[in-house]
């Protein structure tokens, strides 16, 4: 049960449990938790945690953020952690692409789509972005000047620059899980900058597959490993790249056993076991779960084209990109229960999300 201080209090920590899946808001008595909302000034909320028929200690969290609304999403985290022992999400963001046209331009908001802003102007092409862990930055490829180009762009003063621009096209770029390096494709290649911020460093090639197109590198959560798709045996497939030793470069294929068209693999930040990514099935594109302990892959039920999964930092949803009628929609998926969520209405067309959760990232 949830009791706040203020209407504005009440109707942001209902909208966040509404897209948790793990929870039901319920009248306090039938409920096993009550948790209580105060405000304290404009960025403050002190969240009380009280277990109902004597289950439990009284808990209290005084909680800062940027404003009340992100002071109340990171009160509501904590309390999806303190209840359940997995993070909360609510205070996450997104980076995302919006269709204009034939532009594409990169945009960021949080998942309530307040505090919506637009970071590029290349009135181009833009596709991939993706977050460093800090929520400082983004890297995302454009075509505004000729070729397809990788760029980084400060979050906070929409100042970009060029990371890498050879002949061919340069696109997939995604940071490790550190912050430190970056994998990306570089004329069908999968190459690694070691120092993605320093801007004399330049990128190292890993793969020599001249026959097959390499795409969406995604990184283990320990930054050990790496998967990306290729067609060197056809159609694209998912194979784990080595990275180090005599093997480096060398693919090892992944039987996901459900598509012969696999691409954009997102490994799961909290379980190495977990791996979703986009298959082209029954004249449709889904999101599917690969399990390699279990070595079985399962589609996530849907009746539209889905594609681009971004984890949360919880390991427990999804969010992606679903095509219905003529634009893109983001929706959330809580992966255990299969309850889905819009998360815009659908007069804007957006794609190619990617989720952020840091202290930082506003």
Known sequence: ALQATDQNLSLIVKRAFRLHGGFKVVPANSARY??????????????????????????????????????????????????????????GRIAFVAHQGKVRELYTSDLYFNGFRKLTSHRH??????????GSRILYSSNHKGGMDVLMIDAATRVSHTIASYRGSNHGAV??????????????????????????NKPRRITHNKKGAETS????????????????????????????????????????????????????????????????????????IHDFAKRNSRALPSMTNDEGPSWTNDGRHLVFSSFKGTGHFLQMLDTVTNKRTELHTPKSSFSSPDFVYSRRSR
């Open 34 to 91: 009550l948790l209580r909302f105060e405000g304290r000034g404009a960025s403050g909320v002190l969240l009380t945690i009280l277990p109902t028929g004597g289950a439990g200690a009284r808990e209290s969290f005084p909680v800062k953020g940027a404003d009340l609304q992100q002071a109340a999403l990171f009160a509501a985290d904590t309390a999806v952690e303190r209840i359940s022992g997995r993070p909360g999400f609510f205070a």
């Open 125 to 134: 092409q833009v596709i991939s972005p993706d977050w460093s862990p800090d």
């Open 175 to 200: 940071f490790g899980p550190y912050g430190r390096r970056a994998a990306m494709v570089l004329n069908r290649e999968l190459f690694i900058n070691d120092s993605i911020l320093n801007p004399k």
């Open 217 to 288: 590198p995604t990184w283990s959560p320990d930054g050990r490993r790496m998967i990306i798709s290729s067609d060197i045996k056809g159609g694209a497939q998912l194979f784990e790249v080595y990275l180090s030793g005599a093997n480096r470069g060398r693919f090892r294929q992944i039987s996901t056993n459900i598509s012969r068209e696999c691409t954009e693999p997102a490994w799961n930040p909290t379980d190495p076991n977990i791996l979703a990514f986009t298959a082209s099935m029954g004249g449709r594109s889904q999101i599917v």
